[in-house]
C-alpha cells in the first residue's frame, strides 16, 4: 500500500499570510494526488486533483506543488475562511485509496 | 449532483447496519462510487467502492472490513448500499458516500454510525 505523511500536522497563521503543507507519498504516484478541505462536521471538499488542477469554484490562492515523491500546497494570502483540516489522497495506485493524516490550519 | 446517506445509528457490538447512498443528479451506474468514514477525531479512512458499469461493477474493500461489509447497488433506485457486519466500536464513524472521478469531486453529508452496548 501507498503510505501518505502530512506535516506538519498542525500549523497556525495570521491573516493574509502565505503556509505551504508536505504531503509525502512512500513511492512514485506520478501526480495522482489529491486536495481535500475539510471543516469540523462538514464532508471534505476537493481543492485540487492531479497535483495541480485547481477544482472549478476553488480560489485561486491554492496552488499545487511537486518535488519528487513530496507533494505540497500552498495557500497564499490566507483568510479566515481558509481554518480547517487539509488532507491529500492518492489514488495511482488502488485499492485501497490511501489519505495523509492530515494538517490543520488555525487562524 | 447530489448524495444522500441514510441508515446510520446506534448499533449493539456485533451487529448489522445497512447504509443507503441515494444519488441525484447523476446516473450513479456510469461512476465509481466510494464509501469513506471518519472516527471521532481521527482523519479520513477508505473503507470501499463499487466501479462502474463498465467494470461490472466490481467491488473492492479496505482491509480492517474485507469479509464483513458488502457494497451493491440498485440501479432502478439509483442508489448504493453498504452493508455493514460484525460491527465493533472500531468501526464507530461518520460514514461518507462519495463519487469517484479519479479525486472524489461529490460527497454525501455523511451518516452516524456508533456501536456501543
Known amino acids: 500500500d501507498i503510505q501518505l505523511t502530512q506535516s506538519p500536522s498542525s500549523l497556525s497563521a495570521s491573516v493574509g499570510d502565505r503556509v505551504t503543507m508536505t504531503c509525502r507519498a512512500s513511492?512514485?504516484?506520478?501526480?495522482?494526488l489529491a486536495w481535500y478541505q475539510q471543516k469540523p462536521g462538514k464532508a471534505p471538499k476537493v481543492l485540487l486533483s492531479d497535483a495541480f488542477t485547481l477544482q472549478r469554484g476553488v480560489p485561486s490562492r491554492f496552488i499545487g506543488g511537486r518535488s519528487g515523491t513530496d507533494y505540497t500546497l500552498t495557500i497564499f494570502r490566507l483568510q479566515p475562511d481558509d481554518s480547517a483540516t487539509y488532507y491529500c489522497q492518492q489514488y495511482y495506485l488502488t485499492p485501497p485509496v490511501t489519505f495523509g493524516g492530515g494538517t490543520t490550519v488555525e487562524i | 449532483e447530489q448524495l444522500v446517506e441514510s441508515g446510520g445509528g446506534l448499533v449493539q457490538p456485533g451487529g448489522s447496519l445497512r447504509l443507503s447512498c441515494a444519488v441525484s443528479?447523476?446516473?450513479?451506474?456510469?461512476?465509481?462510487i466510494d464509501w469513506v468514514r471518519q472516527s471521532p477525531g481521527k482523519g479520513l479512512e477508505w473503507v470501499g467502492r463499487?466501479?462502474?458499469?463498465?467494470?461490472?461493477?466490481?467491488?473492492d474493500y479496505a482491509a480492517p472490513v474485507k469479509d464483513r461489509f458488502i457494497i451493491s447497488r440498485d440501479e432502478s433506485q439509483n442508489s448504493v448500499f453498504l452493508q455493514m457486519n460484525s460491527l465493533t466500536a472500531e468501526d464507530t464513524a461518520v460514514y461518507y458516500c462519495t463519487r469517484s472521478l479519479k479525486a472524489f469531486d461529490t460527497w454525501g453529508q455523511g451518516t452516524q454510525v456508533t456501536v456501543s452496548s
Open positions: 513511492r512514485d504516484i506520478s501526480t495522482s
Open positions: 463499487t466501479a462502474d458499469n463498465s467494470n461490472h461493477f466490481h467491488t
Open positions: 443528479g447523476f446516473t450513479a451506474s456510469f461512476f465509481y
